[in-house]
């Protein structure tokens, strides 16, 4: 998990040089959506290798401080620095500490339910949302557009009608309104708090109607 992590900081501060060098400021998220979307894989490798719960957890308290220094002191900047105040990585953190704490080992479906569906259906949603036009809207004083709402919506189906063929879980029906409430979770986010409220609102649903 850790070696994981490293990987993802090196890959998204050399995206971010690679981005400066070529003089496109409008691509400074990728570097971030890319340690975005690839931190989900954290929750597949503890479950893949069976790591024990205290080794999780200490490992994401871990990432999670390392996401607060960074979010002050700006070390990785092709992480933090996407030109607006937003906590989203430091949120994100602590939604997987907290599902390692309140799901780890005895319900891991749930848990990757949660951070899959942050990871995958809200990283691309807000990669390919800002990147291609469409119309669009704000809640909260936060962009919402037509775009990013679809992708949120068929990613986070995607993934977890992926995680229900292989380890079970909720009715097809189930997976629809976890879905839909998802997508609602995006939608009222501010300053990159969806990046808790997503992960631990669909790992709850998820568990509940299990």
Not at 39 to 57: E, K, N, Y
Not at 91 to 111: D, E, H, K, M, N
Not at 134 to 142: I, N
Request: hydrophobic content about 55%; charged content about 10%.
């Amino acid at each position: 998990m850790a070696t994981w992590l490293a990987l993802l900081g090196a890959s998204a501060a050399a995206l971010r040089r690679q981005t400066e060098a070529q003089g496109l400021p409008e691509r400074r998220e990728w570097s971030r959506k890319l340690v975005h979307i690839g931190t989900g894989a954290v929750v597949l490798i503890a479950w893949l290798f069976a790591i024990d719960r205290r080794i999780a957890l200490g490992a994401a308290a871990a990432a999670t401080l390392l996401a607060a220094l960074n979010h002050r002191f700006h070390l990785l900047p092709g992480v933090e620095d996407v030109g607006r105040t937003s906590y989203g990585t430091v949120a994100y953190g602590a939604s997987i500490t907290v599902l390692f704490w309140q799901y780890w080992p005895q319900a891991p479906a749930s848990a990757a339910a949660g951070v899959l569906v942050m990871a995958v259906g809200d990283g691309l949603a807000g990669l390919l949302g800002s990147a291609l036009p469409s119309p669009s809207w704000q809640v909260l004083g936060q962009r919402r557009s037509v775009l990013g709402t679809v992708v949120m919506a068929l990613a986070s189906l995607a993934v977890l009608s992926c995680l229900k063929l292989a380890a079970g879980g909720p009715t097809w029906w189930a997976l629809l309104l976890l879905t839909a409430m998802a997508v609602l979770f995006e939608q009222i986010a501010i300053r990159g708090f969806d990046n808790l409220t997503v992960p631990l609102g669909v790992a709850g649903l998820w568990n509940s109607l299990s």
